[in-house]
T-cell receptor, first 112, second 117 residues
Framework: EDQVTQSPEALRLQEGESSSLNCSYT??????LFWYRQDPGKGPEFLFT???AGEEKEKERLKATLTKKESFLHITAPKPEDSATYLC?????????????FGQGTILTVHP | GAVVSQHPSRVICKSGTSVKIECRSL??????MFWYRQFPKKSLMLMAT?????????EQGVEKDKFLINHASLTLSTLTVTSAHPEDSSFYIC?????????????FGEGSRLTVL
């Protein structure tokens, strides 16, 4: 059974204090690992796709990395507007392109 | 960019009634849409895959007679929660992939919060 575990469950940072979120996964034949951002009461917003170990993607203050067992979402000099729940999801080989397995998310709060 | 719209965003109903939630892809055609359910501070759980012109595919443990899915056109899928009970209260979110997007790169609707009294 595919599993995704995110840590920490919640993270509080001061503005400008860089940190990382972790996503550990077990999946049969990783087809892709995805990071989404979700604001309260909203649907998730797609951020990144990572396909293979060693791959990195960047967008503004966010950088996602991937190993064979886990992915990290690095947040550099965060701002209050980065506050949200960050979701990690995996797509296993042989499954429908939308059949994602999600982690429980990390709630990030950035204080000014 | 591609947009997926859900309606209503919030609905409160009495126990025993049925509620319909609509999911529309506004600027692309979606032959397949996905319905997820999210409990507070929990991950999204895939309920079913909605296929245009054919029956939905339900995940294990999801009652197909309780959660009726209809994908009548390439831009519209509906989820009907029949004979709703308080335990059906949840955040329901639909998603779809725009042509040209990679597998797993989904556009999600804004979600619909259902409260059953």
């Amino acid at each position: 059974e595919d599993q995704v575990t995110q840590s920490p469950e919640a993270l509080r940072l001061q503005e400008g204090e860089s940190s990382s979120l972790n996503c550990s996964y077990t999946v049969s034949g990783l087809r892709g690992l995805f990071w989404y951002r979700q604001d309260p009461g909203k649907g998730p917003e797609f951020l990144f796709t990572l396909y293979s170990a060693g791959e990195e993607k960047e967008k503004e203050r966010l950088k996602a990395t991937l190993t064979k067992k886990e992915s990290f979402l690095h947040i550099t000099a965060p701002k209050p507007e980065d506050s949200a729940t960050y979701l990690c999801a995996v797509l296993a080989g042989g499954t429908s392109y939308g059949k994602l397995t999600f982690g429980q998310g990390t709630i990030l709060t950035v204080h000014p | 960019g591609a947009v997926v719209s859900q309606h209503p965003s919030r609905v409160i109903c009495k126990s025993g009634t049925s509620v319909k939630i609509e999911c529309r892809s506004l600027d692309f055609q979606a032959t397949t849409m996905f319905w997820y359910r999210q409990f507070p501070k929990k991950s999204l759980m895939l309920m079913a895959t909605s296929n245009e012109g054919s029956k939905a595919t339900y995940e294990q443990g999801v009652e197909k007679d309780k959660f009726l899915i209809n994908h009548a056109s390439l831009t519209l899928s509906t989820l009907t929660v029949t004979s709703a009970h308080p335990e059906d209260s949840s955040f329901y979110i639909c998603s779809a992939r725009s042509p040209g997007q990679g597998a797993g790169e989904l556009f999600f609707g804004e979600g619909s919060r259902l409260t059953v009294l």
